[in-house]
C-alpha cells in the first residue's frame, strides 16, 4: 500500500495534546491515506511515556492470538500507550476484547485506535463519559499551506501558484499528495501535468478503488459514485437524483462507520466526501463505465441544483457536462441579477470553462458575453458577441421572436447607431418583454437614457424612474445607472442639492453590490463630482473627480454616449474646481467619445458650454497686473522646447538677451525661478498645453 512518507506529509504534534492525554480512548477513524499512523508517530515523539504498538492483522483473529500481542508488548502497571493499528483489519468477536482492555487499564495509560471502519465500542456512552478522543478526517486534513509545502518538498519544480491549485484539488488529503508527485514525477509537460491532475488520474483512481474503498458493499459503491455529482450529499437531493428513498440512513452509515463522508452540521442533514479527489475518482468511475446513467443523473442534478436556488452548482454542473444550451439557459435567466451584483468575474469565469466557440453557437451565451463586456468597460468585445449572439439567434423564426426583445435591448446599450436609434430599440424592447419582465427596468433605462442625450429631460424621468424602482430589486446596476441619469437631469435644472440625493443612494449600491470601476459607477461619480463642486464640497468633488480620471484610464473602450457623459461632467467639475488645464483634459477626452455619438445633442450643447466656460476662465488668468504681454506669451511658447535662448531667438528674430529679459519676466509674473517650474505652471493654468506625454491615448476615450 502507497503510504505517504512523514517526510512528505510532515505532521506536528496534536495541537490539543491535553485532549490527547485526558480520555483512556483516543479513536482515529479516517479512509485510507489520511495519516492516521503518522499522526499517532508524532505523538510517540512528545510523550515521555512507553509506547507499545500492535498492527493488527489476520494473524490476530483468534482472542488467543491477539491477548498474548498485546501482553507482547510489554504493557505493565506504568502509564503507557497502546496503539491498534488497523483495528479494521481485526475481526469484529475482537472488538470486545479491546473494550474489556480499555476498561481495564491503569490509571495514566491509554489505548489509541487507528481505523478505517468504527469499531464496535460503546462509543455513545464514552462520549457521554468523556473517555474517548475522536479525530476524524476533518482533523486529519491537512491545510492548504502545508498541503502546498509539501508539494514544494516533493516537486520543486512546482510554481507557488501550481501548489496552491493543486492544494485546493487535493483537499488536504495526505495520499493524495503523494499520488500527485507519482503523477507529476515523470511528466514530459510539467505545467500541463500540474493543471489536469484530479481523480481521474490513474493512480488516484487506483488508490481509491483498492485501498479507500476497500471493503465496501458493492452498493455502497455504486451508492457513492452515483451522489459524486453532488458537492453536498443530503438525504433530500440523493433521493431526487438516485430516484431512490432511504438515502438518509445510507449517508449516515457511511459516515459514521466507515469516515468516507464528513458531516457539515451536528444534525447530521447533509455531508462532503472525505476528500475532493475522492469524489473526482469516483466521478472519473462513474463516466467510463457507466456515460448514459452518467448523463441522467447530471441531468437531475443540475435540475436539483436548480430547483433549490443553486445557480452556481447548477451552471457548474452543467459545464463539467458539456451541455453548453442548459447552461447558456441558467446563466440568461439569472444574467440582469448576477451583473446587477457585481459578479460578472464569475460569468465570464464560466464563459471562458465553456470556451468561445460554445458561447458563439448559443444565444444566451453570445449575450451574456455582450452585456459582460459592457459591464467591463470594453464596446468594441460587446459589437462582436452581440453579432455572434444575432447569427445564433438567426437560425430559425422560432429563436429569432425568443430573442428578439435582448437583441434590442444590447443595442440600445451599446448606442453605436446613435442616441435616437438607441430610443428606438429601448422602446421596441420595452415593448416585447412586457410589463412583467425583470429585463423591462433596463429597457427603460436606456429609453431615459435616449431622452436626456436628445435634450428631453422631461420625457426622460419617467423611465428612469421606473428603471431606478424595477432595479432596486432586479438589477442594482441598472438602478445605479437610472440614478446617475436622475442625477444629471436635476443637475441640468440647476438643483445639485436634489442630483447629491440622488447619487448618495447610487454610491450605497455601488459599495453594497461591489460595482466599482463599471462604467454605470463611473459615470455616477462624474455626476456626483459636479454636484459637490456646485454646493461648496470642493474636498469631496475633488476626491471624485479623481476618482472618475483614474476609472475613465483604466477602462479600453465604453460606450461612447457613456464616456462622453462622464468626460463632460468631469470637465464640468474641474471647471469648478478652477482647475482650467485638468478641465481642458477632460474635455479633450469628451470630443473624442462625442464624434461617435453624432446626434446627442445635449451633450454636444453641453460640451460647447464648458467650452466656453474654459475660454472666460483662461482669459480671467490673463488679466490685471501681471498679465503675460504677447512677446512673453510667443516666448513662452518656446519654453518647454529644449531650445537655447539663444536658438529662441533666432526663430523669433530677437537678441539672446531680449529672449532672456521676457523669460525671466514670465517667470516672475507665474511665481518661479526657473524655466521647468515656469513650464509646469504655464500648463497648470492653461497657458501652455498638456504635456503630449501625459495626454490620454485615444482608444481610451
Not at 483498492?210 to 433530500?236: I, K, M, P, T, Y
Request: with cysteine; net charge neutral.
Amino acid at each position: 500500500m502507497l503510504r505517504p512518507a512523514a517526510s512528505a506529509t510532515p505532521r506536528s504534534p496534536p495541537d490539543d495534546l491535553v485532549g490527547f492525554l485526558a480520555a483512556p480512548l483516543v479513536l482515529l477513524l479516517a479512509p485510507a491515506g489520511f495519516g492516521k499512523t503518522t499522526l499517532l508517530e508524532a505523538w510517540q515523539e512528545v510523550d515521555e511515556r512507553p509506547f507499545a504498538w500492535v498492527r493488527c492483522g489476520p494473524a490476530h483473529r483468534d482472542r488467543r492470538a491477539f491477548r498474548a500481542a498485546v501482553a507482547s508488548t510489554g504493557g505493565g502497571e506504568e502509564p503507557s500507550v497502546l496503539v491498534l493499528d488497523d483495528l479494521h483489519r481485526l475481526a469484529r468477536a475482537r472488538h470486545r476484547d479491546v473494550a474489556d482492555l480499555i476498561r481495564s487499564l491503569p490509571d495514566g495509560s491509554q489505548v489509541a485506535i487507528a481505523t478505517r471502519a468504527r469499531p464496535a465500542l460503546p462509543l455513545a456512552r464514552m462520549r457521554a463519559e468523556r473517555r474517548v478522543t475522536e479525530v476524524g478526517p476533518g482533523d486529519l486534513a491537512l491545510s492548504a499551506s502545508a498541503t502546498a509545502a509539501a508539494l514544494a518538498e516533493l516537486v520543486p519544480e512546482l510554481t507557488r501558484a501550481q501548489r496552491l491549485s493543486l492544494a485546493h484539488r487535493i483537499g488536504g488529503w495526505p495520499a493524495g499528495i503523494q499520488l500527485a508527485a507519482v503523477a507529476l514525477a515523470d511528466a514530459e509537460d510539467l505545467e500541463a501535468a500540474a493543471a489536469t491532475f484530479d481523480g481521474d488520474d490513474r493512480a488516484v483512481t487506483e488508490y481509491v478503488r483498492e485501498e479507500a474503498l476497500a471493503g465496501l458493499g458493492r452498493e455502497d459503491v455504486e451508492f457513492l459514485a452515483r451522489c459524486s455529482l453532488l458537492d453536498q450529499l443530503s438525504g433530500d437531493s440523493c433521493n431526487a437524483v438516485l430516484r431512490r428513498t432511504g438515502s438518509s440512513r445510507v449517508l449516515r452509515r457511511l459516515a459514521r462507520d466507515r469516515a468516507l463522508l464528513v458531516p457539515l452540521d451536528r444534525r447530521e442533514h447533509a455531508y462532503r466526501l472525505a476528500s475532493p479527489l475522492l469524489g473526482a475518482a469516483l466521478r472519473s468511475e462513474l463516466h467510463h463505465e457507466h456515460p448514459e446513467i452518467e448523463t441522467r443523473l447530471r441531468v437531475r442534478t443540475i435540475r436539483w441544483y436548480a430547483e433549490h436556488g443553486d445557480l452556481d452548482r447548477a451552471v457548474e454542473q452543467a459545464i463539467a457536462g458539456g451541455a453548453a444550451q442548459a447552461a447558456g439557459e441558467l446563466i440568461w435567466t439569472s444574467f440582469l441579477e448576477l451583473s446587477g451584483r457585481g459578479r460578472t468575474a464569475k460569468v465570464r469565469a464560466w464563459l471562458d470553462a465553456l470556451g468561445g466557440r460554445r458561447v458563439a453557437a448559443d444565444a444566451t451565451l453570445a449575450l451574456a458575453a455582450a452585456h459582460c463586456a459592457l459591464t467591463d468597460g470594453d464596446a468594441g468585445e460587446a459589437e462582436r458577441w452581440a453579432q455572434a449572439a444575432a447569427v445564433a439567434a438567426g437560425r430559425n423564426k422560432a429563436l429569432r421572436n425568443k430573442y428578439a426583445a435582448d437583441l434590442l435591448l444590447l443595442d440600445a446599450a451599446l448606442g453605436a447607431r446613435g442616441a435616437l436609434a438607441m430610443g428606438t430599440s429601448s422602446a421596441q424592447a420595452a415593448e416585447l418583454y412586457g410589463a412583467e419582465s425583470p429585463w423591462r427596468c433596463a429597457a427603460s433605462l436606456y429609453r431615459g437614457i435616449a431622452d436626456v442625450l436628445t435634450g428631453q429631460p422631461l420625457r426622460a424621468a419617467a423611465p428612469l424612474e421606473e428603471a431606478a424602482r424595477r432595479g432596486s430589486v432586479a438589477s442594482p446596476l441598472v438602478q445605479v445607472g437610472a440614478l446617475a441619469q436622475l442625477g444629471l437631469i436635476a443637475l441640468f435644472d440647476g438643483q445639485p442639492v436634489r442630483a447629491l440625493d440622488h447619487l448618495a443612494h447610487a454610491a450605497e449600491q455601488v459599495d453594497r453590490c461591489r460595482l466599482e470601476g463599471t462604467p454605470t459607477a463611473t459615470l455616477a461619480d462624474a455626476v456626483a463630482a459636479v454636484a459637490r463642486s456646485r454646493t461648496g464640497q470642493a474636498q469631496e468633488a475633488s476626491a471624485a473627480a479623481q476618482r472618475t480620471e483614474r476609472a475613465l484610464a483604466a477602462v479600453t473602450d465604453p460606450p461612447p454616449w457613456c464616456a462622453a457623459e462622464a468626460w463632460l461632467a468631469l470637465a464640468d467639475a474641474r471647471l469648478h474646481l478652477d482647475e482650467l488645464a485638468a478641465a481642458q483634459r477632460a474635455l479633450r477626452g469628451a470630443e473624442q467619445s462625442l464624434a461617435r455619438t453624432p446626434d446627442a445633442s445635449a451633450l454636444t450643447g453641453w460640451r460647447d458650454d464648458l467650452l466656453e466656460a474654459a475660454d472666460a476662465a483662461r482669459g480671467r488668468r490673463l488679466e490685471g497686473d501681471d498679465a503675460l504681454t504677447k512677446a512673453e506669451l510667443r516666448t513662452l511658447q518656446y519654453l518647454p522646447s529644449h531650445l537655447s535662448f539663444r536658438e529662441i531667438g533666432a526663430a523669433l528674430c530677437l537678441s539672446p538677451n531680449t529672449v532672456k529679459t521676457q523669460s525671466r519676466a514670465v517667470y516672475r509674473k507665474l511665481g518661479v525661478s526657473s524655466r521647468s517650474a515656469a513650464v509646469e505652471r504655464a500648463r497648470g493654468s492653461g497657458l501652455l498645453p498638456p504635456d503630449p506625454a501625459d495626454r490620454r491615448p485615444a482608444g481610451g476615450a
